[in-house]
């Protein structure tokens, strides 16, 4: 099936590919030639280019209108690989070593035969890596055999992609194929730790918690902007991850005009809103991560003043979702 729409700047025919056989292959020979293509990952779709090649990076800038060079992620299939690509010290070691294929992404030196493109490291000695878990993103990568650069699958400030069905509402004629492997199965982006000068850093919460990070490192993450020079992610923008209307945050119950996301049994005696839902009747967090950003969206199509949310547990994943929350609140 082919896809195409007028967006105002260079069109093409966004084809759909399956998650088979084919669709790996005609994905990673789209990708050798330059091309984009957003693919699943464990955490949302990533819109993927040949890393190493600046010209295809800026393929993935320009289809999701971002208006600086952040830096990209670049995707690998296995700890070995990522290794060519970085210099792992022992915490990063131990970190790739207990995380990864899996949601987790890690800032390190670039090493010196790095093949990471500059514009996609944004012209920084550091390289962000990731090894993804999810096999569809596996078998490409392999296929490939080059890192991958890839941010969500979204246009630049938007919520971010986790069906086929949310990339194509963003970036379709935009982008070469979109392989549809159904939702994704973490829902927040990955962690970002950065290993550079001995203190690990939290630069992004994310799929994996900051308790499980710790429990491995044998001590305290160092937040990002705490202390020491600052290797501080320059695409964590306050405002992002943003639905038309307004988002409030730990809200008791939904007010007039404004759309209700809730978490956990509801309680009686809510005014009855025009639309809810709830992110996991049953307070699990990782129901509630999977949700997330596609609720978000839902709620977000019927036009609400704001989207009341209710208050979300601070501890293991309620820390990325309370972070994307934030960022979907801030002014803009
Ligand atoms: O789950 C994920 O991480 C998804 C999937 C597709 O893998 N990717 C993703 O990429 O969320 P993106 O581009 O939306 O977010 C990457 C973040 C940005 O905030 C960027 O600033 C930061 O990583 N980053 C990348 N390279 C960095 C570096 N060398 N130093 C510090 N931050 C870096
Ligand atoms: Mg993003």
Known sequence: ????????????????LKADPEGITEAARLLRAG????????TVYGLAADATSGQAVAGIYAAKERPSFNPLISHLPSVEAARREGIFDANALALARAFWPGPLTLVVPAAPACQVSELAR???GSVALRVP???LAHAVLEAVGLPVAAPSANRS????????AHVLADLDGRIDAVIDAGPTEVGVESTIVACLDGAPRLLRPGGVSRAAIEGVIGRSLVDAGESGAAPISPGLLAS???PAAGVRLAAEAPRADEAWLGFGPERGGLIAPAISLN????GDLREAAANLFGYLRQLDAHGPRAIAVAPIPDHGLGEAINDRLRRAAAPR
Request: charge should be positive; aromatic fraction near 2%.
């Open 279 to 282: 992110l996991s009747p049953a």
């Open 157 to 164: 400030g938007r919520i971010s992609a986790t069906s086929a």
């Open 35 to 42: 091309g984009l293509v957003a693919l699943p990952t464990e």
């Open 1 to 16: 099936m082919n896809h195409s729409r007028s967006t105002g700047q260079e069109t093409r025919p966004t084809r759909i």
């Open 122 to 124: 944004a012209g920084l």
């Open 240 to 242: 992002h991850y943003a």
């Open 133 to 135: 878990s999810h096999p």
